[in-house]
């Protein structure tokens, strides 16, 4: 999903929010406003969940609206979705991958397989680092490592330091990760001729059993 239907999806919810609780009679908490309330939360709680992975701000502050009311649960879910959607346009998220759950990885990964299969191996080789780089991040956030410092996002080259320091993995497996982001780099400029189909037919698998093995 790019990320201008991710920015509408949520426009169009926190405009029917802008409007419900703009509306007379919200505050004074009729039944029909306590229904149409509980309804909206709903739908930006599934919007956010849809959109972010369980290891984002945006979640954890999501899960903060237990024993709400229904119009303080509106309120709440309303201002997650509205940073979700402002960080959204301002670019400050890092890829479309890193929007979605850590359950649809493999289907990048699906994707560069059939794009190897074509002949694609530069395309295959960039979506399979995007990828790479995603579960680095959701692998910090389940360890405990930051993933940013001085409010700016670390490299993957130092996340992947990072986590070997933290024990989520050895120094082999640090070494093989740091092969592949070279061929990552090397395929994201334009560097093609350094490297060949069946490198990046290792790359594709190599990741995906990265990712098994170390689930995040």
Avoid at 178 to 200: E, F, I, M, P
Wanted: aromatic share 6%; hydrophobic share 40%; proline share 1%.
């Amino acid at each position: 999903m790019a990320i201008a239907d991710m920015v509408r999806q949520l426009d169009e919810l926190i405009a029917k929010s802008d409007s419900l609780m703009e509306s007379a009679g919200w505050d004074a908490g009729t039944n029909k406003a306590w229904e149409a309330s509980g309804v909206l939360a709903n739908r930006l709680e599934a919007a956010v969940t849809r959109l972010t992975t369980d290891g984002s701000v945006y979640k954890q502050q999501l899960d903060r609206r237990q024993g709400l009311s229904a119009h303080s649960r509106l309120r709440h879910d309303y201002t997650v979705a509205k940073s979700l959607r402002d960080d959204l346009k301002a670019g400050w998220t890092e890829t479309v991958v890193e929007l979605v759950h850590a359950d649809t990885y493999g289907d990048y990964l699906e994707m560069a397989e059939a794009l190897l299969a074509k002949g694609y191996k530069d395309a295959a080789a960039v979506i399979t680092g995007t990828s790479l780089e995603v579960h680095v991040r959701a692998l910090c956030s389940k360890n405990g490592v930051a993933r940013a410092v001085a409010g700016k996002p670390k490299k993957a080259d130092t996340m992947n330091a990072d986590l070997k320091k933290a024990s989520a993995y050895d120094g082999l497996q640090q070494k093989q990760v740091t092969a592949w982001l070279d061929l990552r780099n090397k395929a994201a400029h334009g560097d093609y001729a350094d490297y060949d189909h069946s490198q990046v037919r290792l790359f594709v698998d190599g990741v995906r059993a990265f990712m098994m093995k170390y689930p995040a």
